[in-house]
């Protein structure tokens, strides 16, 4: 469910604190390894990245600081680097495609995604550690349902419980 208030169709949801707050408390819960790099692929304002504690790469197609990149991350080569987590709010119509990208260049990613992309994460793939449901957040320019998830690439020791 998303409700757009605005009148221009540019989807730009910038991460109110509270979120923020969450997504890092989940890496803290499942994530306590090395961390050696961060990147943020959908920066816009830099909330996030503000929040960052080590270096860090960031993105965004339309920028709005200086440290951070204009590009369409999508087209941008990003060697893997272990250790290296991915936190990121980007567009809901794209989450999952930022996330699987992100999943090939980082060992873990923290996301909010739409709540239907929950049903569209292939889980062959893609361990899910935490997943948390936000019913009808408002984000001033819309309101939506949307997921949080930490997750990393499956390994071949990671059962989920209906396999």
Not at 22 to 37: D, H, P, Q, S
Not at 54 to 62: G, L, S
Not at 80 to 107: H, M, P, W
Request: with cysteine; charged share 35%.
């Amino acid at each position: 469910m998303s409700n757009y208030k605005g009148d221009d169709r540019l989807e730009a949801h910038y991460t109110p604190t509270e979120l923020i707050d969450e997504m890092f408390a989940m890496l803290e819960r499942n994530y306590k390894g090395e961390i050696t790099e961060y990147l943020e692929n959908s920066a816009g304002d830099g909330r996030i990245v503000d929040r960052f504690d080590k270096d860090y790469i960031a993105y965004d197609i339309d920028p709005k600081r200086d440290d951070i990149k204009q590009c369409n991350y999508m087209k941008e080569k990003i060697d893997y680097k272990a250790g290296r987590v991915c936190i990121i709010n980007s567009q809901f119509t794209q989450g999952l495609r930022f996330l699987t990208k992100s999943l090939k260049e980082c060992d873990y990613v923290i996301s909010i995604l739409g709540k239907n992309s929950l049903l569209n994460i292939d889980y062959s793939k893609v361990w899910v550690d935490e997943i948390q449901l936000w019913r009808k957040y408002d984000f001033g320019s819309c309101i939506a349902d949307i997921i949080i998830v930490a997750c990393r690439n499956k390994t071949s020791d990671d059962k989920y419980e209906y396999e």
